[in-house]
């Protein structure tokens, strides 16, 4: 079994930076794409980011420019560096990742529990 563990959320003034981490823990897996959501109370979640298993990098319309998302392959981690933040980047966020896991011959999508990030003065 594998696990996302999401680190970083935390409270910071506008204009100010977090760096959220997101740690997957487990054995025998591979990492196909890591990508990040939020999710505001009572909507859907959504897409922020992905970091593609060629190494190309998507963004949201809202969060380009701002954000930049990584990973470290060697240690299955995954990152976002978020820059400029507004108070409406105010949500809980979560890291997601396909990944091919050992007997699955299809990837199997799996997520974070959420990490909070609150954006004010």
């Known amino acids: 079994q594998v696990q996302l563990v999401e680190s970083g959320g935390g409270l910071v003034q506008p204009g100010g930076s977090l760096k959220l981490t997101c740690a997957a823990s487990g054995t025998g897996f591979s990492i196909i794409n890591m990508a990040w959501y939020r999710e505001v109370p009572g909507k859907l979640r959504q897409w922020v980011a992905t970091?593609?298993?060629?190494?190309?990098?998507t963004y949201a319309d809202s969060v380009k420019g701002r954000f930049t998302i990584s990973r470290d392959n060697a240690k299955n981690t995954g990152y976002l560096q978020m820059n400029s933040l507004k108070p409406e980047d105010t949500v809980l966020y979560y890291c997601n990742s396909y990944m091919m896991l050992p007997g699955n011959p299809k990837p199997v999508q799996s997520w974070g529990q959420g990490t909070q990030v609150t954006v004010s003065s």
């Open positions: 970091f593609s298993s060629d190494g190309s990098t």
